[in-house]
Nanobody, 119 residues
Framework: VQLQASGGGLVQPGESLRLSCAPSGSIFSFAVMGWYRQAPGTQRELVAR????????NYADSVKGRFTISRDDAKNMVYLQMDSLKPEDTAVYYC?????????????WGRGTQVTVSS
């Protein structure tokens, strides 16, 4: 399983970006898909995640109201819409998918995409 993340870039505070995650297999093979980020000198942290079957979503408190995780089943893509970006959102963003094999969850990570918010 491979996850390809894209859409990062350099933006000014207050602007928007949309990240995309393309899994090599169907998104329905995953139990959960989500986005994490890691800034220099910090631990990787959850940004947003989505239960594929039920559609429930969870967000980090720091991004609630500004970021939205969504998916397009027809395009087999998962997105992270990031609005009202702040300098503290600067990080490498990673797409993650969890597959349940009947006994445990197996994590799959994509390569990160850099998001830089700076004036």
């Amino acid at each position: 399983v491979q996850l390809q993340a894209s859409g990062g870039g350099l933006v000014q505070p207050g602007e928007s970006l949309r990240l995309s995650c393309a899994p090599s297999g169907s998104i329905f093979s995953f139990a959960v898909m989500g986005w994490y980020r890691q800034a220099p000198g910090t631990q990787r942290e959850l940004v947003a995640r989505m239960q594929i079957a039920g559609g429930s979503r969870n967000y980090a408190d720091s991004v609630k109201g500004r970021f939205t995780i969504s998916r397009d089943d027809a395009k087999n893509m998962v997105y992270l819409q990031m609005d009202s970006l702040k300098p503290e959102d600067t990080a490498v963003y990673y797409c993650k998918g969890d597959v349940f094999d009947g006994k445990r969850y197996i994590d799959f990570w994509g390569r990160g995409t850099q998001v830089t918010v700076s004036s």
